[in-house]
């Protein structure tokens, strides 16, 4: 069964502290990795989009990395903003056979707080 | 500006009573698709549209339907709502259904049916 699991549910850090948020995945057959960003109550914004060749991804102070082998990706964020509060969503695609279309299996999120 | 825009963004709504909630995007994407959110669980995508006129069932399609008449246009409607459809739902379009094409998301539509 295809699935996005991601850690920590949800996590507090001081602003200008980094962070790090985890995904793993069973997704098969793998086409992409994505990484989005939820404010309260708003809709999800891309941050990064990965290949199966892709092992890192800049977007600013956010670094995606894709361990394509282990089935892992990691989002982390350096020098929070209180800005940076919000849930970050792992995304995984799936390859369809029929067409070469793409099918998204979203992780449940982690919920990020950033304290002044 | 490039948007995908939704309405209305809070609905409560009695069981039973018809509702539509409208979704529209001004990028010309032929993919358009509705995912509802629920707490600790990931977006789950209830129906998608390839194109006008072109539509197929997500993993939870039971109890809505779409239409597709319009390319910008990609209303949600439920029939007879009911309290287990209360949820945060999302429209969002891409360009394809490619691979690798980005998606983009409406504001949300929060819907409480009691």
């Known amino acids: 069964k295809n699935q996005v699991e991601q850690s920590p549910q949800s996590l507090i850090i001081l602003e200008g502290k980094n962070c790090t948020l985890q995904?793993?995945?069973?997704?098969?057959?793998?086409?992409?990795l994505r990484w989005y960003k939820q404010d309260t109550g708003r809709g999800p914004v891309s941050l990064t989009i990965m290949t199966f060749s892709e092992n890192t991804k800049s977007n600013g102070r956010y670094t995606a990395t894709l361990d394509a082998d282990t089935k892992q990706s990691s989002l982390h964020i350096t020098a929070s903003q209180l800005s940076d509060s919000a849930s970050y969503i792992c995304v995984v695609s799936a390859k369809e056979f029929s067409g070469g279309y793409n099918k998204l299996i979203f992780g449940a999120g982690t919920r990020l707080a950033v304290h002044p | 500006e490039a948007q995908v825009t939704q309405n209305p963004r809070y609905l409560i709504t009695v069981t039973g009573k018809k509702l539509t909630v409208t979704c529209s995007q001004n990028?010309?994407?032929?993919?358009m698709s509705w995912y509802r959110q629920d707490p600790g669980l990931g977006l789950r995508q209830i129906y998608y549209?390839?194109?006008?006129?072109?539509?197929d069932k997500g993993d939870v399609p039971e109890g809505y339907k779409v239409s597709r008449k319009e390319k910008r246009n990609f209303p949600l409607i439920l029939e007879s709502p009911s309290p287990n459809q209360t949820s945060l739902y999302f429209c969002?379009?891409?360009?394809?259904?490619?691979?690798?094409?980005?998606?983009?998301f409406g504001q949300g539509t929060r819907l409480t049916v009691v």
């Open positions: 995904c793993n995945y069973t997704v098969s057959p793998f086409s992409n």
């Open positions: 969002a379009s891409s360009l394809t259904r490619g691979m690798n094409t980005e998606a983009f």
């Open positions: 549209s390839m194109n006008v006129e072109v539509t």
């Open positions: 990028m010309n994407h032929e993919y």
